[in-house]
């Protein structure tokens, strides 16, 4: 694992959007994965700016999230299919036929989960995943568990993750108890992978994750397996390390 040290949240989603540009400049019709929450959306918000110079073209990129949570339609404004639309696809040249999120509208779980998975397997690969992390380690919305889950799945969100998500929301009771998630094999998959972890809340997950052993009650410490992973990360996520 590699670490990429940020002064600040600034910085830090700098560094991220630049390993990104590299990635596109690079292969221009590569395939992102993409996470929201509040980690990357700086990272976003630089990807814009660079678009709006002509420094970044994304006519030719393709992108698979991570997850949806399940029962809110696109157009729900906290939706992730919406919350990709305003951070990024509305602002940028890419094709949105191009961008893929769980359906959270399939009310059959297997179905909808075997049908993101075609959608992966059908784009041959991702080639730069980025991922945000959460306060108990999970990466999508892999939560805590007895096993590193395979490919897409319907996951109960954890207490500490509504918890978490509910700034988002009028109400915790207005939180979906409920999400659609790419699995871990799927996430590690992806050729190289890049994790925005920001602020002194995440310091303590941040050590386990790095040097912890691995294990599916921390999800995200699976990543040490991976060959290529990028972690960027602030001062204040860093200061238990
Ligand atoms: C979102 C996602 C989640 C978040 C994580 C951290 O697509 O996959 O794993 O990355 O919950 O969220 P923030 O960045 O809001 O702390």
Known sequence: ???????????????????????????????????????????????????????????????????????????????????????????????????????????????????????????????????????????GFNEPSDEFPCGTHCVDLTPSTINANKRFFASEADVPRQAYTMGIRSIMLAKKIVVVVSGKDKAEILQKVVCGPITPQVPASVLQLHPDVTIVADEEALSCM
């Open 1 to 139: 694992m590699k670490i990429c040290r940020a002064k600040d949240y600034k910085e830090l989603s700098r560094k991220a959007a630049n390993l990104i540009r590299a990635q596109v400049v690079m292969k221009p019709d590569c395939i992102l994965g993409l996470a929201t929450g509040s980690s990357p959306v700086g990272t976003y918000e630089k990807l814009v700016e660079w678009y709006k110079k002509g420094d970044i073209d994304f006519s030719r990129v393709s992108t698979i999230n991570l997850d949806e949570y399940r029962g809110l339609t696109p157009d729900n404004d906290q939706s992730y299919r919406y919350f990709m639309n305003i951070h990024l696809f509305d602002h940028v040249n890419i094709d949105k036929s191009r961008t893929s999120v769980p359906d959270g509208l399939e009310p059959d779980a297997e179905k909808a989960c075997r049908d993101y998975d075609a959608i992966i397997e059908k784009s041959g690969g991702v080639d730069l995943q980025l991922l945000g992390l959460g306060h108990n380690g999970h990466i």
